[in-house]
């Protein structure tokens, strides 16, 4: 790779993806010292590519300019596994975190944008959607289909996960177009949730790194619950459908999990477990997960809606969730 035209300023690792450097362990080190000697205003940007590197050498080159522009003096770079670790003194800069957001929120990559402390921390809790995160499917559509009523459902759930709708409001008009389903058709749907790629890796890490993972959903509780069965999961938390002998009646029971309370769940989780808000991550695609990924000392665009992934700190642009493992295994 040309020799970067921002050297002088910035102390940097200049390499393409095929001169990885057999010293991972140095680059980890190296890291590890930047965010040290930076200090608490540490921001670090983490951007790996999903198919096109041209478009991952454009925005990197676009990030440098920004931080050129800005001034910014202490900065570090490494690469690592096809990616490359921006390190720099952002002192608290929300100017410079912005234009780095609208950078990268209007790419095709991959990317995180952390304020850290001097050391990162792990998640100990990660908080995941379900319709569309973890499963490739919204189950209020497909329960729709089984009504005749799929498209009009569709459409109405779109505009809801794009933040166009009142999400509460919403879910009762699709709810009531289920009326008179049979719970059987609940049950089959259940059992044959399609399970989004990777996150069984996810969960594998998890559990060797002592986190838990709950899932928390605007959807409904006999499909959280076949997950949280089927993945081990450790917690679950939807909407409960009214029953009235084999059918479902059209309506909900008890408080809506709309956005707002995704967030308290979350808090609550927080609380419960005695853990920070940097140990909480919260991963979502639609519009009602904003408020507890702004809560969270992550949150995670999964494949998500335009309108979330500009207001994210981070976004996966594929469905497939084992690219959070880029995130979960920095050091």
């Given at each position: 790779m040309t020799e970067s035209r921002h050297n002088k300023y910035f102390k940097q690792v200049n390499m393409r993806f095929d001169e990885q450097p057999n010293d991972s362990?140095?680059?980890?080190?190296?890291?590890d010292t930047a965010l040290k000697m930076i200090g608490n205003h540490a921001l670090t940007v983490q951007i790996w590519p999903v198919a096109d590197e041209s478009e991952f050498w454009k925005q990197h080159s676009s990030i440098q300019d920004v931080l050129l522009a800005a001034s910014v003096h202490e900065f570090?770079?490494?690469?690592d596994e096809q990616q490359i670790r921006l390190i720099f003194n952002n002192g608290n800069d929300s100017d410079v975190i912005e234009s780095i957001r609208h950078l990268l929120s209007n790419s095709d990559l991959n990317y995180a944008i952390r304020q850290q402390k001097s050391v990162l921390v792990k998640p100990r809790l990660l908080v995941f959607d379900m319709d569309s995160t973890l499963i490739q499917m919204e189950c209020i559509d497909e329960l729709a289909r089984r009504c005749g009523f799929y498209q009009q459902v569709a459409e109405i759930t779109e505009l809801a996960m794009q933040g166009k709708l009142d999400f509460s409001q919403s879910l009762k008009q699709r709810v009531a177009l289920l009326k008179d389903l049979p719970l059987t058709e609940v049950t089959a749907l259940a059992s044959s949730l399609p399970?989004?790629?990777?996150v069984t890796d996810v969960v594998a890490w998890a559990k060797q790194n002592n986190a838990k993972i709950a899932v928390v959903s605007g959807g409904f509780i006999p499909f959280v619950e076949a997950l949280k069965s089927q993945l081990?999961?450790?917690?679950?938390f939807a909407n409960e459908l009214e029953k009235s002998g084999s059918h479902l009646t059209g309506k909900l029971v008890g408080d809506?999990?709309?956005?707002?309370?995704?967030?308290?769940?979350?808090?609550?989780?927080?609380?419960?477990l005695g853990l920070t808000q940097d140990e909480v991550w919260a991963i979502g695609d639609g519009a009602n997960d904003l408020a507890m990924m702004s809560s969270a000392g992550l949150g995670v665009a999964f494949d998500a809606k335009p309108a979330v992934k500009k207001r994210a700190s981070a976004a996966i642009v594929k469905p497939d969730m084992s690219e959070l493992l880029?995130?979960?295994?920095?050091e």
């Open positions: 362990e140095r680059m980890v080190s190296s890291a570090y770079q490494f690469y399970v989004t790629s990777g081990q999961l450790d917690y679950a809506i999990v709309d956005g707002e309370q995704k967030r308290n769940i979350l808090l609550s989780l927080q609380d419960q880029k995130l979960l295994n920095a």
